[in-house]
C-alpha cells in the first residue's frame, strides 16, 4: 500500500479557499458586493432566494474572513454598507473565472 | 423602493456553477483527480479527513453532472477508475485561480 501512503496531498491551502468561497451563497454574495451592492437590502434584492438569516450570517463570516469590512455611515438614520476588502477584491479572478466555465457548461435556466 | 427591486440579479449560471464546485470536499476531490488519482483508493489517500461515504456521494454527483466519468476496466479482479469529462477538465482555470488567490491570502497552517 506505499503507493496510497505516499500520494500527494491536497494543498490545504487551496482547501481551505475553496471551503471558505464555496460555502452556499457566498459565491453570490461576493458577486453583488463587486457589482457595487454595499446595502444589506440591496445584495439581499440581487440573490434571489436568500434569507434575512443567511445573508447576516454569511456577511459576519466574511467579515471575520477578512473578505467583506462593514462600515458604518454616521448619517441619520445611521446606515450600514459593505465593501470588499483587499483580500475580497482579489477574489475578482476567481468569480471571472466560475462565470466564464458556467457560460460555457451551464445551460441557460428555463423561465 | 424602486432602486430594490430593479437591481441586476446574480446570473443564475455562476450560482449554479459555485454551488456546485463550491461544495463541501469537491474541489479537493476534482484537484486530486486532476494530479491523476484516478482510482478511489488514490483520491481518498489525496484528501485528508474525507469520509468513503462522502467520497462515495460526491463522485455520483459529479458523475450526474457529467463532470467524472466512470470507467470499469475488465480486469481481474474488475477495476473502477475516475476520469474528469471534458467539462470537468475545463475547471482548470477555476482550480488554478483558487490555487493563487489561497497562497496569496490564506496563512500556511500550522503542522
Keep these: 500500500m ?22 452556499r ?6 458577486v453583488a458586493l463587486m457589482e457595487g451592492q454595499n446595502r ?3 445584495i439581499k434584492a440581487a440573490v434571489p432566494g436568500l434569507s434575512d438569516t443567511m445573508l447576516a450570517e454569511r456577511l459576519r463570516s466574511l467579515e471575520a ?9 454616521p448619517s441619520t438614520p445611521v446606515q450600514v454598507e459593505y ?5 475580497g477584491q ?3 479572478q476567481v468569480v471571472k473565472s466560475i462565470e466564464t466555465w458556467s457560460h460555457r457548461w451551464i445551460p441557460v435556466p428555463q423561465a
Tied chains: 1, 2.
Excluded: M, N, Q, S
Design 2 to 23: 506505499g503507493e496510497v501512503r505516499d500520494i500527494h496531498k491536497i494543498c490545504p491551502r487551496f482547501h481551505a479557499a475553496i471551503e471558505l468561497i464555496g460555502a
Design 25 to 30: 451563497w457566498t459565491g453570490a454574495i461576493l
Design 83 to 87: 465593501y470588499l476588502t483587499p483580500k
Design 40 to 42: 444589506y437590502a440591496l
Design 65 to 73: 474572513e477578512d473578505i467583506v469590512e462593514r462600515r458604518v455611515i
Design 90 to 92: 482579489d477574489l475578482e
